[in-house]
Nanobody
């Protein structure tokens, strides 16, 4: 089992920045690829970013590429999502995930409870 706890969400003006954190505990080695998803009201949940165990491989959704950066500190069992130049359309509940890669497919095994990000225009 892996437990994930997100923090760092909040209200920010458009153009501002936020950094989300996700603290992982438990058998993190069993689900080494960490990621972020988000879900806005009345919208489908969507992939945001993922990062390999070593941190050497990252993937982003086109909608956040160049604005968001995912990173991890394995010594602290924590993954981060640095979000810059935020837009109102980034408003969503952000979820941390832990999973594995199957080829190009990111299979999520565990989810956090989510942290709300609201971007005002």
């Amino acid at each position: 089992q892996v437990q994930l706890v997100e923090s760092g969400g909040g209200l920010v003006q458009a153009g501002g920045s936020l950094t989300l954190s996700c603290a992982a505990s438990g058998r993190t080695f069993s689900s080494p690829v960490m990621g972020w998803f988000r879900q806005a009201p009345r919208k489908e949940r969507e992939f945001v970013a993922r990062i390999s165990w070593s941190g050497g491989s990252t993937t982003y959704a086109d909608s956040v590429k160049g604005r968001f950066t995912i990173s991890r500190d394995n010594a602290k069992n924590t993954v981060y999502l640095q979000m810059n130049n935020l837009k109102p359309e980034d408003t969503a509940n952000y979820y941390c995930t832990a999973g594995r890669m199957g080829g190009d497919w990111y299979s999520t095994d565990y989810w956090g409870q989510g942290t709300q990000v609201t971007v005002s225009s």
